[in-house]
T-cell receptor, first 113, second 112 residues
């Protein structure tokens, strides 16, 4: 079974530029999460999808972050414009439903200069 | 919303000794408590989990205990080995929104 795929693995941008991350969850997984992990901290939930609907986006900074999950499969997370404090690893995770294990991708490491 | 606190932030134990990491949660509706291990530069991976209808669960050298009344749960690793060195995260899932909230992590180092 293929795991959660994420790209790009690394991205370096200047502040005020934009960036997009892509995630392909495990086939059949209805739930998809985006987490932000700043160095030395635990993953912080940004947004949770159930199929193509948003379940929770209360921690997503909506003035600069956006996310979508078209057709209930792949998802993209966009940051525009980026700030220095957005430097982090962005982890995508998927799960079969509300009660199961989360499977994480390798993450996308963002450095904002 | 749910808040998960984890301690200690760093832990160093002698190889062969036991390690204990503790977490507390705030939402009494939470019903699922996973523990993830994250090695340097790698993805978090589930090592053990427990549901609210169970007080203890064991898998070889690792065990998790849950005290629903006190709203805390702990990870126990016995006979620690060098490969146990990593960052460990506890987490809690609430029953309503099904979102999983993570603790801040514990960096475990095993001394030879």
């Amino acid at each position: 079974e293929a795991g959660v795929a994420q790209s790009p693995r690394y991205k370096i941008i200047e502040k005020r530029q934009s960036v997009a991350f892509w995630c392909n969850p495990i086939s059949g997984h209805a739930t998809l999460y985006w987490y932000q992990q700043i160095l030395g901290q635990g993953p912080k939930l940004l947004i949770q999808f159930q199929n193509n609907g948003v379940v929770d986006d209360s921690q997503l900074p909506k003035d600069r972050f956006s996310a979508e999950r078209l057709k209930g499969v792949d998802s993209t997370l966009k940051i525009q414009p980026a700030k220095l404090e957005d430097s982090a690893v962005y982890l995508c995770a998927s799960g079969k439903g509300a009660a199961g294990e989360l499977f994480f991708g390798e993450g996308s490491r963002l450095t904002v200069l | 919303g749910e808040n998960v606190e984890q301690h200690p932030s760093t832990l160093s134990v002698q190889e062969g000794d036991s390690a204990v990491i503790k977490c507390t949660y705030s939402d009494s509706a939470s019903n699922y408590f996973p523990w993830y291990k994250q090695e340097l530069g790698k993805r978090p991976q589930l090592i053990i989990d427990i549901r609210s209808n169970v007080g203890e669960k064991k898998d070889q050298r690792i065990a998790v205990t849950l005290n629903k009344t006190a709203k805390h749960f702990s990870l126990h690793i016995t006979e620690t080995q060098p490969e146990d060195s990593a960052v460990y995260f506890c987490a809690a899932r609430d029953s309503s929104a099904s979102k999983i909230i993570f603790g801040s992590g514990t960096r475990l180092s095993i001394r030879p």
